[in-house]
Nanobody, 120 residues
Framework: QVQLVESGGGLVQAGGSLRLSCAAR????MAWFRQAPGKEREFVAA????????GYADSVLGRFTISRDNAKNTVYLQMNSLEPEDTAVYYC?????????????????WGQGTQVTVSS
């Protein structure tokens, strides 16, 4: 069983930055998703099992960066130039497959989520 624990959410003004963290014990393909009220869960960013490929949603490309620190067993999502449209609960997810997927159903493990609120 893989346990994922997110942290780092909060309230920030538009244009500001936040860094989310996800503690994950084992090496998997890792991703961040988000879900706003009344909307479906959507893909944000991911990197594959070997860590040499990343993928981003068009809406965050150039503003968000996913990274990992293997020594700390932690995955990060650095979010810059935040916009009110980025407001959502952000989830860390892991899958045993070796390639990135943007489909939530393909991920085997999920964190509890952390709220990110961007004020205008």
């Amino acid at each position: 069983q893989v346990q994922l624990v997110e942290s780092g959410g909060g309230l920030v003004q538009a244009g500001g930055s936040l860094r989310l963290s996800c503690a994950a014990r084992s090496p998997y393909t890792m991703a961040w998703f988000r879900q706003a009220p009344g909307k479906e869960r959507e893909f944000v960013a991911a990197f594959n099992w070997s860590g040499d490929k990343t993928g981003y949603a068009d809406s965050v490309l150039g503003r968000f960066t996913i990274s990992r620190d293997n020594a700390k067993n932690t995955v990060y999502l650095q979010m810059n130039s935040l916009e009110p449209e980025d407001t959502a609960v952000y989830y860390c997810a892991a899958r045993t497959g070796a390639v990135i997927s943007i489909t939530p159903a393909r991920y085997d493990y999920w964190g509890q989520g952390t709220q990110v609120t961007v004020s205008s």
